[in-house]
C-alpha cells in the first residue's frame, strides 16, 4: 500500500497543501508562535497570525520563509511538521511530497527546504519550480508544440516562465513581489501622511483600495502618528497607493519582458496568440491583468483560483508518477538527484 501524495506551495505568506483524492485541504498563513524560553509552539496559521505584530517579549511570532526559501530552519520544520499532520495523521505509511520552489533557488536553499520536508515525516520529496508548477495547476498545456506563458507573483518572488514540449523555453525569477509591495505602501504613508503602519494594514490597504491602475477610492487606517507618537486615524487615498505600487510593478513589468526577448520567435507567436496567464497571490490586484496587457501588447487573464494553482499542479506532478513526466519537469518524482540529503 502506497502512502498519500501530497502538493505543497511552501510560501512567503502562506502554505497551500493539495492532497491527492481530495484538492486542497490546507490554506493557512505561513506563521508560527514560539515561546522564546522554552521553544513551545504556541500556534500556527491563522492563530499565529493573529498574533504577528502584537506579541509581547515571551513569544516570538516568525514568519520562517522568506522571499520563497527557508530563512529559519527550525521553525520552519515546526510550522511544516503542524501543517502536514492535520492533513495528513499517517502512522505506518508516510507521505511522498512534491514542494514548490522559486526558479532561482541555490543548491543551499532547496537543500534547506528538502531536509525539512524529511524531518517531519514526509518519505521522499521532489522539488519543482514554481511556474511549472502554476502552468500545470492552471491546466495550460503545456506538454503540446504550442508555446504557453504563465507569471506568479506571489508574496516573496514573481516566477515567469515559457513552456513549449513539457520544457522551459524561457524564464526568470525575480525577488519583487507581494511583500515589496506592503513595504512600498508602509513608506509612502509614513512620508507622506506622517502616519506608522504595521505590513499587516498595508496589506489590507493593498486589498482594498490598492491597484496598478488610477482609483478614486479611500480608506482609513488607523496607526501612529510619527510626529506626535499617539495612535490616530489618516484617510490614504487609492491614488498615493497607486503611487506607492508603481516601482514593484515596474520590476514586475521589467521580468516579463526579459523573458518575451529571449523566447524563441514560433513560441513568442504561440505566446501572442494564446496570452498569459498569471497565477499566485497578487494576480488578481486591482488592475494588474489589464496593466500588463496594455504594456505588453499580450493579452494577460487571471487563472481559475491563482492562489492555489502552485499546490494544485504540484500534487498533479506527483500524482501522475510517469516516466513522462519526471522527463518533462526534470524532475526524479521518488529519488531527488541530490539522494544523499533526501530520505528513499
Given at each position: 500500500?502506497?502512502?498519500?501524495?501530497?502538493?505543497?506551495?511552501?510560501?512567503?505568506?502562506?502554505?497551500?497543501?493539495?492532497?491527492?483524492g481530495?484538492?486542497?485541504?490546507l490554506?493557512?498563513?505561513?506563521?508560527?508562535?514560539?515561546?522564546?524560553?522554552?521553544?513551545?509552539?504556541?500556534?500556527?496559521?491563522?492563530?499565529?497570525?493573529?498574533?504577528?505584530?502584537?506579541?509581547?517579549?515571551?513569544?516570538?511570532v516568525?514568519?520562517?520563509?522568506?522571499?520563497?526559501?527557508?530563512?529559519?530552519?527550525?521553525?520552519?520544520?515546526?510550522?511544516?511538521?503542524?501543517?502536514?499532520?492535520?492533513?495528513?495523521?499517517?502512522?505506518?505509511?508516510?507521505?511522498?511530497?512534491?514542494?514548490?520552489?522559486?526558479?532561482?533557488?541555490?543548491?543551499?536553499?532547496?537543500?534547506?527546504?528538502?531536509?525539512?520536508?524529511?524531518?517531519?515525516?514526509?518519505?521522499?520529496?521532489?522539488?519543482?519550480?514554481?511556474?511549472?508548477?502554476?502552468?500545470?495547476?492552471?491546466?495550460?498545456?503545456?506538454?503540446?508544440?504550442?508555446?504557453?506563458?504563465?507569471?506568479d507573483?506571489?508574496?516573496?518572488?514573481?516566477?515567469?516562465?515559457?513552456?513549449?514540449?513539457?520544457?522551459?523555453?524561457?524564464?526568470?525569477?525575480?525577488?519583487?513581489?507581494?511583500?515589496?509591495m506592503?513595504?512600498?505602501?508602509?513608506?509612502m504613508?509614513?512620508?507622506?501622511?506622517n502616519?506608522?503602519?504595521?505590513?499587516?494594514?498595508?496589506?489590507?490597504?493593498?486589498?482594498?483600495?490598492?491597484?496598478?491602475?488610477?482609483?478614486?477610492?479611500?480608506?482609513?487606517?488607523?496607526?501612529?502618528?510619527?510626529?506626535?507618537?499617539?495612535p490616530?486615524?489618516?484617510?490614504?487615498?487609492?491614488?498615493?497607493?497607486?503611487?506607492?505600487?508603481?516601482?514593484?510593478?515596474?520590476?514586475?513589468l521589467?521580468?516579463?519582458?526579459?523573458?518575451?526577448?529571449?523566447?524563441?520567435?514560433?513560441?513568442?507567436?504561440?505566446?501572442?496568440?494564446?496570452?498569459?496567464?498569471?497565477?499566485?497571490?497578487?494576480?488578481?490586484?486591482?488592475?494588474l491583468?489589464?496593466?500588463?496587457?496594455?504594456?505588453?501588447?499580450v493579452?494577460?487573464?487571471?487563472?481559475d483560483?491563482?492562489a492555489?494553482?502552485?499546490?494544485?499542479?504540484?500534487?498533479?506532478?506527483?500524482?501522475?508518477?510517469?516516466?513522462?513526466?519526471?522527463?518533462?519537469?526534470?524532475?526524479?518524482?521518488?529519488?531527488?538527484?541530490?539522494?544523499?540529503?533526501?530520505?528513499?
Open positions: 500500500m502506497a502512502g498519500t501524495n501530497l502538493g505543497i506551495d511552501l510560501g512567503t505568506s502562506k502554505v497551500s497543501i493539495y492532497r491527492e481530495a484538492g486542497i485541504v490554506c493557512e498563513p505561513s506563521v508560527i508562535a514560539i515561546e522564546t524560553k522554552t521553544g513551545r509552539v504556541i500556534a500556527v496559521g491563522r492563530e499565529a497570525y493573529d498574533m504577528l505584530e502584537k506579541e509581547p517579549p515571551t513569544i516570538r516568525v514568519r520562517p520563509m522568506r522571499k520563497g526559501v527557508v530563512s529559519d530552519y527550525d521553525a520552519a520544520e515546526k510550522m511544516l511538521r503542524a501543517f502536514v499532520n492535520k492533513v495528513c495523521a499517517f502512522k505506518v505509511f508516510k507521505p511522498r511530497a512534491a514542494i514548490s520552489v522559486p526558479a532561482a533557488v541555490t543548491e543551499v536553499e532547496e537543500r534547506s527546504v528538502v531536509q525539512a520536508a524529511t524531518a517531519v515525516g514526509i518519505r521522499r520529496v521532489a522539488l519543482v519550480e514554481e511556474y511549472i508548477a502554476a502552468a500545470f495547476g492552471a491546466g495550460l498545456p503545456v506538454e503540446e508544440p504550442n508555446g504557453c506563458m504563465v507569471v507573483i506571489g508574496a516573496g518572488t514573481t516566477d515567469v516562465g515559457v513552456l513549449s514540449l513539457g520544457s522551459v523555453a524561457s524564464a526568470k525569477s525575480i525577488k519583487v513581489a507581494g511583500d515589496d506592503d513595504e512600498a505602501i508602509v513608506r504613508v509614513r512620508n507622506r501622511y502616519h506608522v503602519i504595521g505590513l499587516k494594514t498595508a496589506e489590507e490597504i493593498k486589498r482594498q483600495i490598492g491597484g496598478v491602475l488610477p482609483r478614486e477610492e479611500t480608506m482609513d487606517v488607523r496607526g501612529r502618528d510619527s510626529i506626535s507618537g499617539l490616530c486615524v489618516k484617510t490614504v487615498s487609492a491614488a498615493d497607493v497607486f503611487q506607492a505600487l508603481s516601482e514593484p510593478f515596474a520590476a514586475i521589467a521580468a516579463i519582458q526579459a523573458v518575451l526577448e529571449t523566447t524563441p520567435p514560433e513560441i513568442a507567436g504561440d505566446v501572442m496568440a494564446n496570452g498569459i496567464t498569471l497565477t499566485g497571490g497578487c494576480a488578481e490586484l486591482f488592475g491583468a489589464e496593466r500588463l496587457s496594455r504594456e505588453l501588447g493579452e494577460c487573464r487571471v487563472a483560483n491563482p492555489d494553482c502552485v499546490a494544485f499542479g504540484a500534487g498533479r506532478a506527483i500524482a501522475s508518477k510517469t516516466a513522462s513526466t519526471e522527463n518533462v519537469y526534470d524532475v526524479n518524482l521518488f529519488s531527488y538527484d541530490r539522494s544523499e540529503w533526501v530520505q528513499s
